[in-house]
């Protein structure tokens, strides 16, 4: 169930999903965390079903456009962040980290007041899932996603952004294969940001 109104109703169709870490800590600045979740998606692709069409990850949260081939995504995308919150936590207290007493202290007191979690809660609750309905919307998502990196100022390029999907649709240089949309209408785009180099 998700809160605020937010719940995926037909589980196997693509939703566009959002996972924030919690505290909007910026796990994810460091290269380590991103590639667990890299290999955390391939292997759901491989392995559970994932058919994913678009991703990006931020500093301290992840954006995808997933479905699910045994119309499970509920399911799906639960595994996916208790894998990978379980493995981040694992590299965070093991592996040389500046941040590690306070981000660990952070995990542990969003924990509290939830009986389920044993010690530490990585990701928050809920994922807003926005069911796909059609190609249009599905290209304003997969367009939001692929700019996150520029409007962040990152990059000036969509593409340039190593750790998400843009590049799989426009130079195949990428870090996860995935599945590939058909080519947007050109009246899905923001014709805004490519006037002002905020392209692709």
């Known amino acids: 169930m998700e809160g605020n109104g937010y719940k995926i109703y037909d589980q196997t169709k693509a939703h566009f999903i959002t996972a924030t870490v919690i505290d909007w800590v910026d796990v994810f600045s460091r290269k380590a965390y991103r590639d667990i979740v ?8 491989k392995n559970k079903g994932m058919i994913l069409y678009g991703y990006v990850i931020m500093s301290n949260h992840i954006h995808l456009v997933v479905q699910s081939k045994e119309g499970k995504l509920s399911d799906l995308i639960r595994d996916f962040k208790k894998f990978t919150a379980k493995s981040i936590l694992e590299t965070i207290e093991n592996e040389p980290e500046s941040r590690r007493d306070w981000m660990l202290k952070r ?9 389920r979690n044993e010690k530490y809660q990585f990701w928050q609750y809920g994922n807003h899932p926005e069911e796909i309905y059609t190609e249009k919307f599905l290209w ?3 367009d939001y996603i692929h700019l996150n990196p520029v409007r962040a100022g990152i990059v000036e390029k ?9 590049s799989n649709y426009v ?4 870090l996860l294969k995935i599945e590939i949309a058909q080519n947007p209408v050109i009246d899905v785009l923001n014709p805004n940001a490519f006037a002002n180099g905020l392209s692709w």
């Open 171 to 174: 130079n195949g240089n990428v």
């Open 158 to 166: 969509a593409s340039h952004y190593l750790y998400s999907s843009a």
């Open 140 to 142: 304003q998502k997969l």
């Open 38 to 45: 890299i290999e955390s998606l391939n292997f759901c692709i």
């Open 107 to 115: 995990f542990e007191f969003a924990c509290k007041s939830h009986s």
